[in-house]
């Protein structure tokens, strides 16, 4: 009977609907595309401009947020923890900053909407015209 019920269970949370990820920036950013690579060097903080020159703004939820993980996990290829370790590396050895941490993709969205340059992730159905989606596919 226990193995019937932890079936259940399994089922239950495999039907939880999950909410899509886009990765999205302010209208002002140029790339409407950009491979995972690319994505993971500004994300680590080791790209700082974009094409043109201008400054990259990155915000990311807490590292214990569910889609700050599912983002690590499934845009970077990497574990949250993972790029913990990279910024503390690079802020503590004085090559490199924190990306600018928000709570809610509430703020998020409004940063992105406020900031040039800057770039995020939001929940599909958070979208807004003053934010683009970002394509980003695997090289």
């Given at each position: ?10 089922l ?5 609907p ?14 409407e595309?950009?491979?995972t ?5 500004i ?12 400054p990259?703004q ?7 947020d ?19 370790a ?6 503590f ?30 929940a599909?159905?958070k979208?807004?015209?003053a ?5 980003v596919?695997?090289?």
């Open positions: 009977m226990t193995l019937l019920r932890a079936l259940y269970c399994l239950l949370l495999l039907s939880w999950v909410k899509a990820l886009e990765v999205v920036a302010h209208s002002s950013v140029s790339e595309q950009l491979s690579s690319q994505l993971r060097a994300f680590t903080m080791r790209q700082t401009r974009w094409s043109d020159g201008q990259i990155v915000f990311v939820l807490n590292s214990a569910e889609q700050h993980i599912r983002f690590s996990r499934n845009y970077l290829k990497m574990f949250p923890y993972q790029l913990d990279i910024w503390d590396r690079q802020r050895s004085g090559i490199g900053s924190f990306p600018t941490q928000v709570q809610s993709e509430e703020e998020m969205l409004l940063l992105l909407k406020q900031t040039p340059g800057a770039i995020g992730y939001l599909t159905d979208g807004s015209p934010v683009r989606v970002v394509v596919h695997e090289k």
